[in-house]
């Protein structure tokens, strides 16, 4: 059976320090907090679709559209910024009156969850970091086809199966079409530009320093896809090597999304992580 965004809680907003913001509420039980990455067309049922339900079957897994992405506000005085963001899911997460809880991060979203450690450690129980950006990265060629993308339904179908996925036929019509739909929703495109070309924004400005990644001390899992050509896997080898109390699973024949690639193992990895 396929689960839908109407079953999960597709229209849910909350008022986060005057943001009107959307996202999803399901499961009971520990909390975790889903993070989806920063892609043209992104938002959090887009990254979590298959995620969610599933772990919503042993906790409370709550994923929000982060500001500027998604069906959430996209006020008109906004500095897009990774202070931005992480301050943005902080607030969500206190609307929420999560006290602790662990993060999923992909992509942008494992940065955030580095940032949010990194602010208040105490409250963050576990992190898994997807593909995340650290230390060494730069700009790789798809990186730059992701930032580089101007909206059409024929570009949005090229950049996912050139650069997101190693099976293209994993790349549906609908997948592409629904993508394609949300890059194009009122403000969107031009709130994706800004974010990451204009430089009155900060988006793109991701570094992260040996001494703050030694420095985090949640337990970590970082989860990578062995062909990923957005983030190298490489990346999360030395984070590895960096964090204090981190585990590693890589996925062959996976590219940057490890949660859609081998979504069931996938599944199983990262719940019994944070099961355990």
């Known amino acids: ?51 969610l339900p599933v772990l919503a079957e042993r906790f409370r897994v709550l994923a929000a559209d982060i500001v500027g992405f998604g069906h959430t506000e996209r006020p008109a005085d906004v500095c897009y910024s990774l202070r931005t963001w992480t301050n943005h899911v902080w607030g969500f997460a206190d609307a929420m009156g999560l006290e602790r ?49 101007e909206p059409s339904h024929d570009n949005m179908r090229t950049l996912l199966k050139s650069w997101f996925a190693v099976d293209p036929d994993l790349i549906t019509e609908d997948l592409v079409r629904d993508r394609y739909e949300a890059s194009v929703a009122p403000g969107a495109h031009e709130a994706y530009t800004a974010m990451f ?7 793109g400005q991701l570094g992260i320093t040996e001494e703050q990644v030694r420095a ?47 979504a069931d193992e996938f599944n199983t990895v ?3 992580y944070l099961a355990a």
Not at 197 to 203: F, I, L, M, V, Y
């Open 197 to 203: 070309n204009d430089p009155r924004h900060a988006g």
């Open 1 to 51: 059976m396929t689960t839908t965004a109407s079953e999960v809680g597709v229209s849910k907003y909350v008022d986060v320090r005057g943001v009107r913001t959307h996202y999803h509420d399901a499961g009971t039980g520990d909390p975790v907090l889903l993070l989806h990455g920063s892609g043209p067309g992104v938002s959090a049922w887009a990254n979590w679709r298959l995620t």
């Open 270 to 272: 990262v719940g019994d």
């Open 101 to 149: 809880f662990s993060v999923i991060g992909n992509s942008l979203g494992g940065r955030i969850g580095l940032e949010m450690a990194a602010d208040r450690p105490e409250r963050i129980a576990r992190m898994v970091l997807m593909g995340s950006p650290g230390v060494g990265m730069t700009a790789t060629e798809g990186l730059k086809a992701v930032r580089a993308y």
């Open 216 to 262: 985090t001390t949640p337990p970590a899992l970082l989860v990578h896809g062995r062909e990923d050509r957005v983030i190298p896997a490489e990346i999360s080898w030395t984070m590895v090597d960096l964090l204090p109390n981190a585990d590693l699973h890589v996925f062959a024949r996976c590219g940057h999304w490890t949660q859609i690639e081998r």
